[in-house]
């Protein structure tokens, strides 16, 4: 019964900002890590930033760092994402997921979504 639900699909040209946004209903929005996952064809499933609390540090994938924005309303159980400065290898399906799980990978972390996905929103990076 957990709905799921992207929105920001677009074109964009590099170095022009983009906010993908997700609305979940169904659960206890702030009860959960929620987080922004993304695949370009051919590739995996890569996890770009999650964030728990609407206060908290948030996670991002290193190559995100310094560009992209993850940000929570609770009260509109709203997830954004705010991407600035993109850059063609940004493109790919960008998918909300409401659940993720953190682990230690050498001096960094990475992420796996372990909740309800979206159905994913299509970003295009090209000049």
């Known amino acids: 019964q957990v709905q799921v639900a992207e929105s920001g699909e677009t074109s964009v040209q590099p170095g022009e900002s983009l906010r993908l946004s997700c609305r979940i209903t169904g659960l206890t929005f702030d009860d959960y890590a929620v987080g922004w996952f993304r695949q370009a064809p051919g590739k995996g499933r890569e996890g770009v930033a999650s964030i728990y609390t609407a206060s908290g540090s948030p996670y991002y994938v290193e190559s995100v760092r310094g560009r992209f924005t993850i940000s929570r309303d609770n009260a509109k159980n709203t997830l954004h994402l705010q991407m600035n400065d993109l850059k063609v290898e940004d493109s790919g399906m960008y998918y909300c997921?409401?659940?993720?799980?953190?682990?230690?990978?050498?001096?960094?972390?990475?992420?796996?979504?372990?909740?309800?996905w979206g159905q994913g929103t299509h970003v295009t990076v090209s000049s």
């Open positions: 997921v409401t659940d993720c799980t953190f682990r230690k990978r050498g001096r960094d972390w990475e992420i796996a979504g372990t909740g309800v």
